[in-house]
């Protein structure tokens, strides 16, 4: 559909809409539906000017009545249309082009929807572009001056202007024009308005300027334009003087029917030419766009994460979007309705008549309670109910009263009515009466009006109708009045659409988009349709009604052959007429019109349906009233209504809420475990052990991770790693995962105190779903490596020949109960594993070159520990490197290094000097003493054989240097002044006697 | 006025010793079914359920959790944000009433203050087996002011009716608010995060 056959009905001479795309318009979160037209304008001296028009619209816009210009932007030279790739959103192929659209005055951004067509508009709007050719003049954009909005200042455009939100717009502009193009219908308004009544139309068609040239006749000075102005025009306005003058009350004034008395200093909207109704709209329209984009920024969620999985509505209902789910219980409710109603007939009485401005004279009873059963329903519509200026102009009437009082007094005897409902336009009016049993049930009551008189707006013509929900089935019932005179009738059909299309009524939920006529179960339209005889003249139709052969002059009757043509009222249907035309009469008798006009007789007054379940009863007219020129018809029908057995309604909808509790409950996601206790036995030292499992997903997609305990700060112990400790499972697949164990120098104390075990619970977390918990469980081999100094000199036996509760209490041993000697027997003087690895070296590495610079093996350093703690130390078979390595291991393992911690600040004190230094290591605790002094000991025997070796005393003080001086802080820290200083310290034991 | 599906989301949480038949009592609530083959829960399960009370729509979220003792200390940081405890027994098995007490205990120091509780006597459908007196249950129960059932998720004896008239406790602590706040959502968080909702 190419949209811009709709902008270019808005557009004045000269202007051409060369091509047209619909967009969304990005503010913030808001989304907005747009029409951007390119324009062109062509000015005298045949260079072009363009502009971006951009406007609301209602719907695909297909006229130019389904649009409203919201904003122009002028394409100068400081214009820029550009494709932007939206904030972290990844370019995805056939996603919708984002641009960005740039002036000195305003940036938009609009998403446009891809294709080839979006691809055209750019680059027609790149082509239109003004460049930045200092030859050409500037463009001065002074046509658009003519699409500003009601603003006193004409000659000097502001940007602002173009730019202004619909909303602050004043009130009466917004709407598109009915059967006149709404371009002329608005800057007809807001001319008229404005300007003086010298105002000249640039342009435009001849019955559109006659339309304002009454207008600015009026505004003139109110003086009778009289017929000569007018010229042929056929308007309502013409119709209605004709009356006057016929019925012989009519004054001159009242041919400026229009009543264009225009009074702009009218505070409030009701003596201004938009009738009320319409008025009212133009405030609710900002309050329709934040609706309607609700509710489609709702239906893009769904769309959207539909993309993502099958399961997609079960995820929806665990989100917490509570509305969503009310949503899909109500489209539910309405897919079973049949499950829990019944059809029920209910007795409907719909009566129309065109009371020609006269008040209430006789009883009603023959046309309203003709029959002997009392109705449920009444829908009782009249037309012309006021034909007084001030009815039109002030929208009050004493009428409405009088005809509502002699309604409700002439209702059916049998039966006690509560009225519904009242709505009027001008001299259209609609009663909706049900009896008082059924009153309960019925819900959901709108009432609207849609003008389509003078200017497509006026309510002297047009349409009233209610909506209601009886029990459970949505019924619209609708009273026009339509164009009069025969030749119109395509303006009838015009009229038909227009009420169609502009009837709206608001939704209880306010997110719905409004509700038109025929989104209803049952709709029953009334009135004065206006439809004449054709082609028969005036005798010939008595002749017929004579005989009363009706069928034959059926054939003429101008709805018969428009509905034929399905020109208007497609998929309605009207009873057979069995009843003499209903206009037009003299009044007060059943003659036919003998006044000078001598109008033709016509069935203008209709009964049609549109409807299942619906069975017309009767279709007549009633003579035996005689207040008006027309005749009263009355049509009963049944009508079977979807009446909801509240049993059978609550079951359903217990069953749907269970269906969805159960398709939620299957949407958690869930996985199975092939193994969930992990036994990891006789963990070595520095041994990595390996457990592995399976994540099986089921048929959600999920994503897991293992999640810290409360109170701790990873998911499990310090020894214990899992990998991948979080991931993202597709439905039905799986990830193994694996759990390793690995004790170091950080963990291996604790584990050989006992103080910590190879024990912990892992908890795996699904996004959304359950947690799963994991058992660790194993036991620890102790080890020399981890062991305190002091425990290992008072360990006469290896390590693992000893009970688990004696390493336990040795290892949790203070070091100061281990100085006084008293109360232990028999300590060694330093650790033997010590002494194991320091005697291996001086007997078989002395010589080594690269010694401690070397890398050891791993598999070497396991049987170098097995050796230790097992004190199989006569099975020792390995390289001197891995020795080495070892003895560097095991200094670096101890809790508490060789210079203990409390004494770390003093060696840096005193390194550089000697004595000082020597006096600091006579304050430690025994064993480390010992331990110091014999490892300075083999150092300085290894520097005797530095001709073979290559050591030196700076290469061992770097190396032993940060294992045996620890900072107490942080054992990661690499102070350099501080290493050099504790490099230093040993340097001076390494250089001088012991 | 159009109806919401829901108007309220409560997290209630199934406690008490392992195999008293906590799993049996939530599967029968919200599948109206019963499974003979015990399978210890080994974590944290949960489900919904939609229920309707005083008019109003409630989402009840039952969080199931595991009973076996090793794993309660991790259990019992689940107790907090749950509005509802059930704290669920074995008429059949002493031990599982004897620990009554430690688990209100617990139910003291892990649950939010307002938390409404209730006691449940399972399996009362094994009366042949009974161990646990009705009386005893109700005794504990009136001295901690809690309400009471024995139920059967077997016979689906009084299954529905503790789950509801517990809602029914929920929701008449609960602050009404006005329709027109739309879908009001008064579990503050009421995600399925666990402890990670905990702020830390």
């Given amino acids: ?994 | 006025m159009a109806k919401k599906t829901y108007d309220l989301l409560f997290k209630l949480l199934l406690i008490g010793d392992s195999g008293v038949g906590k799993t049996c009592v939530l599967f029968r609530f919200s599948d109206d079914a019963f499974n003979t083959t015990f399978i210890s829960t080994i974590g944290i399960d949960f489900k919904i359920k939609t229920v309707e009370l005083q008019g109003k729509k409630i989402k009840l979220q039952i969080w199931d959790t595991a009973g076996q003792e090793r794993f309660h200390t991790i259990t019992t940081s689940y107790y907090r944000g749950a509005m509802g405890i059930m704290l669920v027994y074995d008429i059949t098995n002493g031990k599982s009433f004897e620990n009554i007490s430690k688990w209100l205990r617990n139910i003291d120091e892990h649950a939010n203050e307002d938390v409404e509780r209730m006691l449940l006597g399972n399996k009362c459908d094994m009366d042949d087996k009974r161990v646990v007196p009705k009386s005893k249950g109700e005794q504990i129960a009136r001295e901690h002011g809690i309400r009471f059932f024995e139920t059967s998720a077997k016979a689906n004896i009084n299954i529905e009716k503790a789950f509801l008239t517990l809602a029914e406790d929920i929701l008449r602590k609960t602050p009404v608010k006005e329709p027109n706040s739309e879908n009001v959502d008064i579990s503050s968080g009421g995600g399925v995060t666990g402890w990670k909702s905990k702020c830390c």
């Fill in chain 1, 1 to 994: 559909m190419d949209q811009s056959v709709a902008i270019q009905e808005t557009l004045a001479e000269g202007e051409y809409c060369t091509i047209a795309v619909q967009g969304v318009l990005c503010k913030g979160d808001s989304r907005q539906s747009r029409l951007l037209g390119l324009v062109r304008y062509r000015l005298e001296n045949g260079a072009q000017e363009h502009a971006l028009f951009l406007y609301t619209h209602r719907r695909m816009a297909i006229t130019g009545d389904d649009v409203s210009l919201d904003q122009i932007v002028p394409l100068s030279r400081d214009f820029m249309l550009e494709e932007v790739s939206p904030d972290g959103e990844l370019y995805i192929l056939g996603s919708d082009v984002t641009v960005q659209l740039d002036t000195a005055e305003l940036r938009l951004v609009f998403q446009l929807p891809f294709g080839s067509h979006t691809r055209m508009f750019l680059q027609e709007v790149a082509r239109a572009c003004p460049g930045f050719d200092p030859e050409t003049r500037d463009p001065e954009f002074l046509w658009l001056s003519r699409h500003r909005f009601a603003e006193p200042d004409v000659q000097s455009p502001k940007p602002r202007e173009w730019n202004s939100d619909p909303g602050t717009r004043s009130g009466f502009t917004p709407i598109g024009g009915g059967r006149y193009q709404s371009r002329n219908a608005r800057r007809g308004l807001e001319d008229v308005l404005l300007r003086s009544s010298s105002y000249i139309l640039p342009g435009g068609g001849a019955t559109e300027e006659s339309e304002f040239l009454l207008a600015r006749e009026t505004l003139g000075g109110g003086t009778v334009g009289g017929r000569s102005a007018r010229g042929g025009l056929r308007d309502e306005a013409l119709e209605e003087a004709d009356r006057e003058m016929s019925a012989g009350g009519g004054s001159r004034e009242r041919d400026c029917a229009g009543g264009f008395n225009l009074d702009s200093s009218r505070p409030n909207g009701r003596g201004l030419l938009m009738d009320q109704n319409s008025g009212a709209r133009c405030q609710d329209k900002p309050d329709n766009f934040t609706r309607q984009n609700k509710s489609k920024s709702e239906i893009t969620d769904m769309v959207r994460s539909s993309t993502i999985t099958v399961s997609d509505k079960a995820h929806i209902l665990s989100m917490h979007k509570f509305g969503l789910r009310d949503t899909i219980v109500k489209s539910h409710l309405v897919q079973k309705e049949e499950d829990y109603t019944y059809i029920q007939n209910f007795r409907f009485f719909v009566g129309t008549y065109n009371v020609n401005g006269q008040s209430p004279k006789e009883c009603l009873r023959p046309w309203l309670s003709h029959s002997t059963q009392a109705p449920d329903v009444y829908c009782v519509g009249f037309q012309e109910l006021d034909l007084s200026k001030e009815a039109f102009f002030f929208h009050d009437t004493p009428k409405e009263e009088e005809w509502f009082k002699a309604v409700s007094e002439s209702l059916h005897p049998g039966a006690k009515y509560a009225k519904v409902k009242l709505i009027r336009l001008v001299g259209i009016m609609l009663l909706l009466y049900v009896k008082q049993e059924h009153a309960a049930h019925i819900s959901e009551v709108e009432a609207e009006t849609v003008g389509t008189g003078i200017m497509g707006r006026m309510g002297n013509k047009g349409g009233v109708a209610i909506r209601f929900q009886l029990h459970n089935t949505s019924i619209c019932v609708v009273n026009s009045h339509l164009a009069a005179h025969t030749e119109e009738y395509e303006r009838r059909n015009q009229d038909y659409k227009d009420i169609c299309s502009r009837m709206q009524f608001s939704q209880v939920d306010s997110s719905l988009p409004p509700l038109t006529i025929s989104k209803h179960d049952v709709i029953l339209w009334l009135g004065d349709l206006n439809y004449r005889i054709e082609e028969l003249d005036v005798e010939k139709v008595k002749m017929l009604i004579e005989e009363k052969a009706f069928q034959t002059l059926y054939a003429y009757d101008q709805l018969k052959i428009q509905v034929a043509a399905k020109t208007v009222f497609e998929g309605f249907t009207e009873g057979e007429l069995t009843f003499q035309p209903t206009y037009k009469y003299d009044t007060g008798s059943d003659d036919w019109d003998t006044s000078e006009k001598c109008r033709a007789p016509a069935w203008c007054d209709r009964v049609l349906w549109k409807g299942k379940n619906i069975s017309q009863l009767s279709y007549q007219s009633h003579m035996a009233l005689k207040t008006s020129d027309h005749k009263p018809v009355s049509s009963v029908f049944d009508i079977g209504v979807r009446v909801v057995n509240e049993e059978l309604y609550r079951k359903t909808l217990e069953e749907i809420v269970r269906s969805l509790d159960k398709m939620e409950n299957a949407n958690i996601p869930s996985v199975s475990l092939s193994k969930r206790e992990f036994c990891f036995e006789n963990v070595k030292y520095m041994q990595l052990q390996t457990e592995s499992f399976t994540i099986h997903n089921g048929q959600v997609p999920c994503q897991f991770e293992f999640i810290n305990k409360p109170e701790e700060y990873s998911y499990c112990k310090q020894w214990l790693t899992a990998k991948p400790s979080k991931g993202f499972l597709l439905p039905d697949s799986h990830v193994e995962i694996e759990l390793e164990l690995f004790v170091n120098k950080a963990t291996a104390t604790k584990l050989n105190s006992g103080e910590d075990k190879i024990e912990d619970i892992l908890v795996l977390h699904l996004d959304r779903g359950k947690d799963y918990f994991l058992s660790v469980t194993g036991n620890y081999l102790p080890s020399c490596f981890g062991s305190p100094i002091h425990t290992l000199c008072y360990m006469r036996e290896p390590i693992l020949d000893l009970p688990l509760e004696t390493v336990s209490k040795l290892t949790l041993m203070p070091v100061q109960t281990a100085d006084d000697r008293s109360q232990l027997e028999n300590p060694m003087e330093i650790p033997k594993e010590l002494w194991m690895m320091v005697d291996y070296l001086y007997r078989n590495a002395i010589h080594q070159e690269d010694l401690f610079q070397q890398p050891g093996l791993r598999t070497e350093f396991e049987h170098i520990r097995d050796c230790l703690d097992t004190g199989m130390i006569d099975n020792l078979c390995a390289s001197n490197h891995s020795v080495a390595e070892a003895l560097l291991l095991f200094l670096e393992s101890l809790p508490e290094p060789v210079i203990c911690y409390s004494t770390y600040h003093n060696c840096l004190e005193c390194s550089g000097n000697y004595t000082a230094s020597k006096q600091v290591i006579s304050t430690l605790p025994t064993f480390h003493k010992n331990v110091f002094n014999y490892l300075m000991a083999f150092l300085q025997e290894l520097l005797k054989n530095s001709a073979k070796n290559h050591l030196d005393e700076n290469i061992l003080a770097s190396i032993f240097g940060s294992l045996l001086l620890r900072n107490p802080a942080g054992r990661q820290k690499l102070d350099m002044v501080e290493k050099k200083k504790a490099q230093g310290f040993i340097h001076q034991f390494l250089c001088s006697p012991v």
